[in-house]
Nanobody, 123 residues
Framework: QVQLVESGGGLVQAGGSLRLSCAAS????????MGWFRQAPGKEREFVAA????????YYADSVKGRFTISRDNAKNTVYLRMNSLKPEDTADYYC????????????????WGQGTQVTVSS
């Protein structure tokens, strides 16, 4: 079992930055691939970024490439999402996900999900 708790969301002006964190419980965090998804009001959940267990492989949605960076600290059982140059269209609830394999995380079918943290970008 893995429990995920997101934090770091908030209100920011367009062009600003935020760093989201996802803290995981359990001693086997370093075995899990991790990902970030988001869901805006009235829209479907969409993939944002994913990272392999070692951190050596990362994937990004085209909409965030070059602006967002996913990283992880296995010693702290935490995965991060650094978000720069934020736009109003980045406004959403952001969720982290975990799975032993990277592909299910990318597809949005990871085994474990957090409760989400809200990000609001004002214009």
């Amino acid at each position: 079992q893995v429990q995920l708790v997101e934090s770091g969301g908030g209100l920011v002006q367009a062009g600003g930055s935020l760093r989201l964190s996802c803290a995981a419980s359990g001693r086997t965090f370093s075995s899990y691939s991790m990902g970030w998804f988001r869901q805006a009001p009235g829209k479907e959940r969409e993939f944002v970024a994913a990272i392999s267990w070692s951190g050596s492989i990362t994937y990004y949605a085209d909409s965030v490439k070059g602006r967002f960076t996913i990283s992880r600290d296995n010693a702290k059982n935490t995965v991060y999402l650094r978000m720069n140059s934020l736009k109003p269209e980045d406004t959403a609830d952001y969720y982290c996900a975990a799975d032993l394999a990277l592909e299910p995380v990318r597809r949005g079918s990871g085994d474990y999900w957090g409760q989400g943290t809200q990000v609001t970008v004002s214009s």
